[in-house]
């Protein structure tokens, strides 16, 4: 037996929010042996299991009365290289930004737009990581998952994983699928996505004319940076909303009212408002209540101060879903993971 079980462990190293709750019992997995131990134990001790990565999109609202597995697997490989396409594969415990840096150093472009997302490869797909203009779905082969109730080891193509807008088909199956290892497909040559908000600007500002996925990776890092808190700083799961997709026919009502709202037109018709301009415009960014509060510079962003409670973050955040269906006839869906 290789994996360390541990009782009452508290879980505020490892959710980004930084909320102090129990598991009943925690280990981490650093092999699929490991995994199947986890498994057969809780199977076993009839507990639930809760898989995690880095906890960066997870809110806690009580302790957990599960064995909580933090996935710790390690290993990068590339699986095939025709000198332009080239596919690699990571294990779920991967750390995401190391991993999209690891490629970057091999001269593979791809993942650049998805630099400094926090969390691990092995949550990636679940909710179909994306920023900047680009998803994993676009890189995306396949992977390899642990199906929970039979025990056997699938292989999902990338039809097969329903990706959507911050969704998968592992979101809609909770619990089923334990993602071992993720594949995805690289270029040696160059196809940069240079258009989505202040990239290109901020490029020309650096003086960079003809820029490499590096540059564009350090375009987005340093976006970022100004811009997102760091949750080692301030506690917080990135956006705590999705940004709604709306009809065409609600999105002219609202423009007549507020001719500055921002939307996206999208390839199916519908519209995409951003989350964050709807809070801004209702008055919550920077607000505070405790310990839990809305960042002062992106109003998408739920903040913990310090001692805030998942309870406390989620009474906060359904004021703010109430407000704005009010306000603006529009419903906001979480995105964290709620346990
Ligand atoms: P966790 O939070 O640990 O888990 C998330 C969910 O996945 C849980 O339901 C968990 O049970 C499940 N899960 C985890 N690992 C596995 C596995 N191996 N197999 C099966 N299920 C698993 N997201 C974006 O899409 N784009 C962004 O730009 C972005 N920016 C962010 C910025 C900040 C500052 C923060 C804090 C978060 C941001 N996020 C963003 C959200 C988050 O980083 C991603 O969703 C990330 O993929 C979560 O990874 P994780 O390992 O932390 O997952
Ligand atoms: P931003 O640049 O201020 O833009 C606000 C919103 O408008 C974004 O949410 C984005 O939607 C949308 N948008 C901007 N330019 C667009 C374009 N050219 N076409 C279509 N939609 C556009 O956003 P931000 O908060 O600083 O985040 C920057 C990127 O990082 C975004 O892609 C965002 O999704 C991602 N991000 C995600 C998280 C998370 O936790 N999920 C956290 C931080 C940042 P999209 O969100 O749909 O792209």
Redesign the pocket.
Known sequence: MTLQLQTQVSLKPFNTFGVDVRAQVFAQAHSDADVREALAYAAEQALPLLVIGGG??LLLTADIPALVLRMATRGIRLLSDDGSRVVVEAEAGETWHPFVQWTLEQGLCGLENLSL?PGTVGAAPM?N?????VEIKDVFVGLTALDRQTGELRDFTLAECNFD??DSLFKHEPGRWLILRVRFALSRAEHLHL????VRQWLTEQGISHPTASDVSHA?CS??NE??PDPAVLGN????F??PLVAAAIVAELKAEYPDL?A?PQADGRI?L????LIERAGWKGFREADAGVHRL?A??LVNYGAATGLELLNLAQRIQKDIAERFKVQLEM??NQY
């Open positions: 960066s999109n997302i909710q990581i994306g920023a900047y203009g807008y911050r258009e989505y908000g202040p987005i976006i970022r811009k997102l799961a990135g956006s705590f999705k940004n921002v996206y995409k951003a989350a964050g301009w992106q998408l962003v995105e964290p």
